[in-house]
């Protein structure tokens, strides 16, 4: 029966040079040990151990079993005895063509065929070989565009072959004869994989051991490194190790006991290298190595058979560990970064012993074209810079962010503030947990450790190290909090890669419970949800109130689109002006949400974050004696107006910003903005004895400062009717006309008695349109408009009504009011029947800007008040008690 191997991409890929190649395999099939692996008597690592098998070794896979927790094994068969060992420590025995092996020859199958650096094309040529040539095949690496590349050894030459131009050469040639042998001085001296102290160990050789030396090297630190062939393994051993003198202590070795559930194993020894296996509760683990990190942490290092990592040491202590999201992956292949320090080195190769071809500006932007992460777990990407020059940078000195104008909080009681980016540098100042600082620059110190450059509150330049601030404000774990967005997800880890478990609803509160930034500076908060769920979600997700988003606006033809680049579908066309909120910045691209809900990415140079939709710019102004506070409105938008208790006037509308002005203005105590969501509004507190006339125009907004009283004030006095319009006729022939303007002219004697200025929109029997009357109202700088007219309906009709206009007239809510007044005051000096104050859709008050109303007097067409109407003491009472009520309004807020 044909069984298929499934085939496996494996998270540890960047690990192992040689993996089990994914293509389907016929069972049995002979494999090689790729790396030392333990067999077990089952296919998780909780089984009995069988045997180890070392590199190199061939054997016979007889079956395969996923394990619950996803890992593939083999069952192996050993002759004497069978078992399980994880797949990912066998590699294919190569039986094709090539038949290539690590360790024995191979002979160059090609013309001139270019041995290289690094195992793309794209690393220099350092060596040409003829066909036939015998090469020592020493590695084996699959670069990222598959192809599988090898390393080999001929004489003086060292570098990479592409598989097409080798195939396993016949003649095995004997090894070379060994250059040296060395004695080991010391006891137990670590052989590692490559020629630093940060390369992981792969055995060890004792006191006294005789070893075969086969290459050397001086690394960039300066260290001599001699390269051991031990027979079944290979490896540099430091040159220290030979010689009699006294190397730090052994690292503590044996096995531990694993303490809490599912405890990571890392790369290297902090929380922010990359899980690479996990281990279980209870397991025992072989302690091959350990290490006191820079924040003191001790961690170490574990030898699980299939792999080798970082475990802290709490994971050891009875105790739970927090959870430990795991990082997320390098910025995507063709993403952008910004180099986050200034000159940064370009290099030839991906570690530091590369020669430089380049450096990098602080906020440079560059194409990512390959990710490299070598056995010290220290991530190098190969970037674009420009058309001519492409080469590696550390993965950690590029980020999907500029850093310039970074609003920081410290994240600590007290952050030292110093004069220069090092530990070195006085401290000149402090802050306090919570403070907002702007960083300007970030530096690294020769620890590699990133500082900011910031202004102080007192306006002095200082530096600050990067673990005592965060980009953001600090959550209190234990409080709750809102959810802000509409299409917040909670995640099982602290990426984008988990499963989404729920959906969280806007505005719904969560619990607090944890915080973690991942390795992308993506901050991701621990919640317990409204549900009760408990897992992951972005920081931006959630607010302390829904009025501390940042917002940007739609440029005109803005769209929102699925993704990050123009070549993504449009998922919204967006009106001008729009607001946005902003979740988070990648590459020029803003990933927003509207107010619809729609999220997606628009490209930054398509909005604004200065608003046509503001108040901006205020003034402080007199103008014949009349104060004003006028904001210019860049952009004709309506607002809109309430007065609430205590004085205070609230100027509301689809405004998304209102500038303050700055110092004190007579009659106005305080003036303060509010949010709500984008949208803001200003609310002035007026001195006592003080009160306002509103104006709202297509370029401005205008606040008359008045005090209390008529004096001063501005009256528009309007007779209905005149001309050849004679308004409606009384039973014995009186013409409304003539009371109205009768009335109208006392009107203006009884307000000038108080000071008041009146402004006639006639003073003759002369006919005006409707227009021509608001245009009086509409072109001055007047506090109110009276229109005088005379009612008409039946001879019973009867008594004194006020209009006003609240649907259209902007100054609506103060028409009303000053109706009111007005009415009461008419009524008790006429002595008429009241009629009430009324909303009506009059053109006069309608498409007037002022406050406004208009009142009928009384029925000309009921023959008792056409007599009243007739007499100048009647008209007299109308306007003492219209001025009464004019008083009345100007008296109060
Ligand atoms: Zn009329």
Known sequence: MKKFLASSVLATAALFPVLVNAEELNLPANMLVG???????????????????????????IDEFTNSSGELWYRVDLGTNKGWGLASSFKEQTTGNSGIQIGKQAAITGDNVNVRKGATTSYEAIAKLSKGTSVKVIDSFKNSSGELWYRIESGTIKGWIIEDYLKADAEVKPPAPATETKTVQIDKAPVRKGATDSYSIVTYVNKNQAVTIIDTFKNAKGEVWYRADLGSVQGWIKETAFQAVTLPPAPETGTKTVMIDKAPVRKGATDSYRIVAYAEKNQKVNIIDSFKNASGELWYRADLGAVQGWIKETAFQAGSLPPAPETPDLPAIGSYVYSQVNSLDVRRGATSSYQSVGKLSLNQKVKVLDHFVPSSGEAWLRVQVNASLAGWIPADSASANQTINTKLYVSVDVANMRSGPSLSHSVIDQASKGAELTASETAKDSTGDLWYKVKTSSGNIAWVHETVVSKQPSVSIGTTMLVGTMNAALYAGASYD?????????????????????????????IKSASGKTGWTPEYELVTSQNVFKYVFAKKGAVIRKGAGTNYGVSAYLAESESLKILRKLNGWLNVENAKGTRGWVLETQTTTVSAKRLSSPAYSTVNGENYLTWIKPSNFAVSYTTLSANRLKITGAMTDVELPKGSIKGIKSIETFASGSQKSVVLTFEPGYSFTLRDYSNKVSVKIVPFGLLGKKIVVDAGHGGHDAGAVGPTGLREKDVNLGTALLLKSELEKYGATVILTRSTDVFLELAERTAIANNSTADAFISIHGDSFSSTSKGTTTYYNSTVNFNGP????????????????MNTYNRGVKEQNFYVNRMNQLPSVLVELAFISNPKEEALLKTTAFRQKAAVGITKGLEEYFNNF
């Open 35 to 61: 790396q030392k692996v333990e067999i077990r008597s089952g296919a998780t690592t909780s089984y009995p151990l069988v045997t180890s098998l070392s590199t190199g070794k061939t054997v016979t896979v």
């Open 498 to 526: 988990y499963k989404i478990s729920e959906r969280l609803s806007y505005n719904s509160k969560v619990s607090v419970l944890g915080e973690f930034t991942n390795s992308l500076g993506q901050r991701w908060i621990r």
């Open 814 to 829: 103060r028409s009303e009011t000053m109706g009111t007044a007005i009415q009461k005051n008419m009524i008790s000096s």
